[in-house]
T-cell receptor, first 111, second 116 residues
Framework: GQNIDQPTEMTATEGAIVQINCTYQ??????LFWYQQHAGEAPTFLSY????GLEEKGRFSSFLSRSKGYSYLLLKELQMKDSASYLC????????????FGTGTRLQVFP | DADVTQTPRNRITKTGKRIMLECSQT?????MYWYRQDPGLGLRLIYY???????NKGEISDGYSVSRQAQAKFSLSLESAIPNQTALYFC???????????????FGPGTRLTVL
């Protein structure tokens, strides 16, 4: 079966650091994506991991452990505009290149 | 101009009506996708197309059909809309750069469909 788990909601304070976890059990793996989605808007690409380790992009970093079926998205120096949903998605290794999405983590940043 | 556009952006219709949602892209990507998003369920794949002659069902294709009119256009139809098709619909596109490339999916702005 295909299963991707993320916390439903998280809260944090402006300027702080927050870590959003994602665990997955899928039939095959060809990369993990993180997307940001503001309410009512399109998901926008944040990061991609296919090998184990940490990928850093400015205030955002993403980590992957394939053996543990685990990833996290780390957001540093939180800003109010970071209030959004964060979607974890795993890509199938087969010809389809389909993405399987988790239900998303809604992050609220407070002043 | 946006790379991926969807029309209409909002639509209210009645049960039993036929509805078409349209997606156009200027990114030059071969691959296009239709998803629906429901609260608490995340994004689910309806149909996907790798080129004009290659169309495939996703996980929730029942009640939907698609047409790939050109590389840049991919339409989703609801032949006879029902209330549980009320959702936010997204079109997405991606390129194919080989087995080890990112091939990020880029999403359109979405169509909010309400079926009464």
């Amino acid at each position: 079966g295909q299963n991707i788990d993320q916390p439903t909601e998280m809260t944090a304070t402006e300027g702080a650091i927050v870590q959003i976890n994602c665990t997955y059990q899928t039939s095959g793996f060809n990369g993990l994506f993180w997307y940001q989605q503001h309410a009512g808007e399109a998901p926008t690409f944040l990061s991609y991991n296919v090998l184990d380790g940490l990928e850093e992009k400015g205030r955002f970093s993403s980590f992957l452990s394939r053996s543990k079926g685990y990833s996290y998205l780390l957001l540093k120096e939180l800003q109010m505009k970071d209030s959004a949903s964060y979607l974890c998605a795993v890509r199938s290794p087969y010809r389809t290149d389909k993405l399987i999405f988790g239900t998303g983590t809604r992050l609220q940043v407070f002043p | 101009d946006a790379d991926v556009t969807q029309t209409p952006r909002n639509r209210i219709t009645k049960t039993g009506k036929r509805i078409m949602l349209e997606c156009s892209q200027t990114k030059g990507h071969d691959r296009m996708y239709w998803y629906r998003q429901d609260p608490g369920l995340g994004l689910r794949l309806i149909y996907y197309s790798f080129d004009v002659k290659d169309i495939n069902k996703g996980e929730i294709s029942d009640g939907y059909s698609v047409s790939r009119q050109a590389q840049a256009k991919f339409s989703l139809s609801l032949e006879s809309a029902i209330p549980n098709q009320t959702a936010l619909y997204f079109c997405a596109t991606s390129d194919f750069g080989g087995s080890f490339s990112t091939d990020t999916q880029y999403f359109g702005p979405g169509t909010r469909l309400t079926v009464l």
